[in-house]
T-cell receptor, first 113, second 113 residues
């Protein structure tokens, strides 16, 4: 079985630009969550989607948005990029109420210059 | 603000020794606890989860939970150089959503041959 897949793997953007990150969950998983991990910190929760509806949002500005598609894949969009948005963006999927924790994808390394 | 605290380390142990990693959490109502291992440049990988007070063993790993003290720990027996990584403690937060993880900053473990 394929795990959680994310694309692209690496990305370099300029301040003020927009970026779209993509995630495909494990087959059969209906919940997708996004986390941001800045160097030296633990991952921070950004969004959660379940059955194509937003079910949770972390403390991030409105420049961050996401959506989930009918096939349960997801996109994370970040507008007006700042240098501080440079981080590893992690997608996680789960089938049930996360009783056994999340499975993370390999992440997208975003560098804003 | 729900928080998870970990000693950032680095924690250095000789090969074959027991490594002890500690974590405290602020929300007394927390029920689910997770340990993730993260190699440099990689995404977090779930190694243990625990819900009940006491010990839970899986191979060389033992998770310990004390809800009264709001304390969770991870013991790694017979530590190997391949165990060198950052260990992230996480607590599941069910506040109004499907559940999201609150992570500590991680403890960097170095196992010396």
């Amino acid at each position: 079985d394929a795990g959680v897949t994310q694309s692209p793997t690496h990305l370099i953007k300029t301040r003020g630009q927009h970026v779209t990150l993509r995630c495909s969950p494990i087959s059969g998983h209906k919940s997708v969550s996004w986390y941001q991990q800045v160097l030296g910190q633990g991952p921070q929760f950004i969004f959660q989607y379940y059955e194509k509806e937003e079910r949770g949002r972390g403390n991030f500005p409105d420049r961050f948005s996401a959506r989930q598609f009918p096939n349960y894949s997801s996109e994370l969009n970040v507008n007006a990029l700042l240098l501080g948005d440079s981080a590893l963006y992690l997608c996680a999927s789960s089938s049930l109420r996360q009783a056994h924790g999340y499975t993370f994808g390999s992440g997208t390394r975003l560098t804003v210059v | 603000q729900k928080e998870v605290e970990q000693n950032s380390g680095p924690l250095s142990v000789p090969e074959g020794a027991i490594a002890s990693l500690n974590c405290t959490y602020s929300d007394r109502g927390s029920q689910s606890f997770f340990w993730y291992r993260q190699y440099s440049g990689k995404s977090p990988e779930l190694i243990m989860f625990i819900y009940s007070n006491g010990d839970k063993e899986d191979g060389r790993f033992t998770a310990q939970l004390n809800k009264a003290s709001q304390y969770v720990s991870l013991l790694i027996r017979d530590s190997q150089p391949s165990d060198s990584a950052t260990y992230l403690c996480a607590v599941m937060n069910y506040g109004g959503s499907q559940g999201n993880l609150i992570f500590g900053k991680g403890t960097k473990l170095s196992v010396k041959p």
